[in-house]
């Protein structure tokens, strides 16, 4: 059904294309839903709106998040050509924003290269891969230039440990 179309029934949700869709979901998120809006489907469009930012201009490409004084992550949107570098690890923090994982003993200036190999190839004719390739390259040279670059380790863990809550165990009381 067309936005602008006048059916029989009760009067549109959304001023835009829809369509009905039917899936099922776990009891949690439905009742998640409820807090956000009584109108499951406006609640999961208000959910999907504020997960992709739908305002794409508000979202840099790459930014340098601060974490403690003097130190700063780099963290970017999605991109196939990054997904491409097979060492290259990118560890979603949240939808849509990545934190960039690369091997330990891996040196900066070697991703340099990849992200302008990749720029001059792949992401050539797609503006937003190029753009977003040459502003990480920009950030990691002129980071690099001054010297303020350090590495560090994130931990990673099987996410099959936590499937189930870890039980509880109470110390020996025996002497």
């Known amino acids: ?13 959304f001023a835009e294309a829809r ?5 099922t979901l776990p009891e949690r998120t439905l009742r998640h839903l409820t807090a956000i809006d009584a109108d499951r489907a406006r609640a999961i469009v208000k959910v999907t709106n504020a997960a992709v930012r739908c305002n794409k201009d508000d979202v840099p490409l790459v930014e340098t998040v601060e974490v403690a004084k003097g130190q700063a992550l780099i963290v970017v949107g ?25 091997p330990p003993g891996t040196a900066v200036d070697s991703l ?3 992200i302008l190999d990749k720029a001059e190839s792949d992401a050539g004719e797609d503006p937003y891969e190029r753009s977003l390739l040459m502003n990480l390259y920009r950030v990691l040279r002129a980071s690099r230039q001054r010297q303020a670059v350090t590495k560090a380790e994130i931990l990673f863990v ?3 440990a936590f499937s189930k809550s870890p039980a509880v165990t109470k110390p020996d009381t025996k002497p």
């Open 78 to 102: 999605p991109s196939r050509s990054l997904r491409s570098i097979p060492w290259l690890r990118l560890v979603e923090i949240t939808p849509t924003r990545y934190l960039l994982a690369i």
């Open 1 to 13: 059904m067309k936005a602008t179309q006048n059916a029989i029934g009760r009067p549109p949700k």
């Open 19 to 23: 369509r009905p869709v039917t899936f």
């Open 112 to 114: 340099e290269v990849a």
């Open 158 to 160: 099987c996410p099959l």
